[in-house]
């Protein structure tokens, strides 16, 4: 973390550690595989997001207000279009997973490019 801000605000990277003893960088504060501290996931209809009015209140996993059966792709896994809510069995550009693209003519089918 930069000198002088507390661990967990959004915007801060942490080196977080894989099952096997790896590592990676994370930002912690909207990551949504690592919100608010490494490993912590949100769920497919949530996004992490400050949990407070300024920028310096900690992340948390939120709800993202997608309909049900649509899960929240924010902008960093989706860089063509930023925060979407999309149906990842049969949406092209967010096929199986978010950011996932099809190919030229191919279509998306229960999660799967085809």
């Known amino acids: 973390s930069p000198p002088g801000q507390p661990e967990g605000f959004p915007g ?3 080196l977080c550690t ?3 003893g790896s ?3 994370a930002n912690i504060g ?4 690592n919100c608010g501290g ?3 996931v ?3 209809t949530e996004q992490c997001e400050s949990t407070g009015p300024s920028r ?3 992340a948390s996993c939120q709800s993202s207000g997608c309909p049900s059966g649509e899960t929240f792709c924010p902008p960093q896994q989706n860089p063509a279009c930023g925060d979407v809510c999309t149906a990842l069995d049969s949406d092209p550009a967010n096929c199986g997973a978010c950011g996932h693209a099809c190919g030229t003519n191919e279509s998306c089918v229960q999660g799967s490019c085809s």
Do not use: H, I, K, Q
């Not at 909207?30 to 595989?33: G, H, I, S, T």
């Open 12 to 14: 801060t990277a942490e």
């Open 56 to 58: 310096n209140a900690p």
């Open 18 to 20: 894989n099952a096997d």
């Open 30 to 33: 909207l990551d949504p595989l």
């Open 42 to 44: 949100c769920s497919a």
């Open 38 to 40: 490494c490993g912590v």
């Open 23 to 25: 590592t990676y960088c």
